[in-house]
Antibody, heavy 124, light 106 residues
Framework: QLQLQESGPGLVKPSETLSLTCNVS??????????WGWIRQPPGKGLEWIGS???????YYNPSLKSRVTMSVDTSKNQVSLKLSSVTAADTAMYYC????????????????WGQGTLVTVSS | SYELTQPPSLSVSPGQTASITCSGD??????ACWYQQRPGQSPVLVIY???KRPSGIPERFSGSNSGNTATLTISGTQAMDEADYYC?????????FGGGTQLTVL
């Protein structure tokens, strides 16, 4: 059974860079059928997609966050990472790592496995 | 940018049918999926590719998608189905989520 586990600092200061890691276990991170995504959810609000990346370096980013986001995959460690720069209080949220299953020929994309999430608070 | 619109809330009595809608321009030309998020938990995929159920999802969950509207239907709603539900689609190389619908079973 595939498992995803997010980790990283729970508190980040304004203007600094938020860095999170997602450890993937129970399956390979290297497959063209999957991308690995980050989704966030501010307290009491809905889901916001941040972006998704593949083991081969392909990326999709939310246009509204693209200028501040970097994602990568470390196949040797089976890990996915997220960096979000110049954070403000508006970036306070639960951050989820999830596997994006793709069926490209029919343009079907959905998240079939999710981590438990990690809460990040931006505050001085 | 593409937008998906859901009603903020819906109430249903136990045993009744709940229908949650998700509207977007020509959504029927895309594939829609749905997630259930119970309080304090991570989202769980309940419908993908408009009407397919992942393994382990009860048969009372079904989906449809036509025109501008995708619909998640829960037949014989149970108390355990009380949760937030989010639709999601893919447009122009981006993932788009609806704003979510809070389903209350009372």
């Amino acid at each position: 059974q595939l498992q995803l586990q997010e980790s990283g600092p729970g508190l980040v200061k304004p203007s600094e860079t938020l860095s999170l890691t997602c450890n993937v276990s129970g399956g390979s991170i290297s497959s063209s059928s999957y991308y690995w995504g980050w989704i966030r959810q501010p307290p009491g609000k809905g889901l916001e997609w941040i972006g998704s990346t593949s083991y081969s370096g392909g990326t999709y980013y939310n246009p509204s966050l693209k200028s501040r986001v970097t994602m990568s995959v470390d196949t040797s460690k089976n890990q996915v990472s997220l960096k979000l720069s110049s954070v403000t209080a508006a970036d306070t949220a639960m951050y989820y790592c999830a596997r994006l299953f793709r069926v490209v020929v029919i343009k079907s994309y959905y998240f079939d496995y999710w981590g438990q999430g990690t809460l990040v608070t931006v505050s001085s | 940018s593409y937008e998906l619109t859901q009603p903020p809330s819906l109430s249903v009595s136990p045993g009744q049918t709940a229908s949650i809608t998700c509207s977007g321009d020509k959504l029927g030309d895309k594939y829609a999926c749905w997630y259930q998020q119970r309080p304090g938990q991570s989202p769980v995929l309940v419908i993908y590719q408009d009407n397919k159920r992942p393994s382990g999802i009860p048969e009372r969950f079904s989906g449809s998608n036509s025109g501008n509207t995708a619909t998640l239907t829960i037949s014989g709603t149970q108390a355990m189905d009380e949760a937030d539900y989010y639709c999601q689609a893919w447009d122009s190389s981006t993932v788009v989520f609806g704003g979510g619908t809070q389903l209350t079973v009372l």
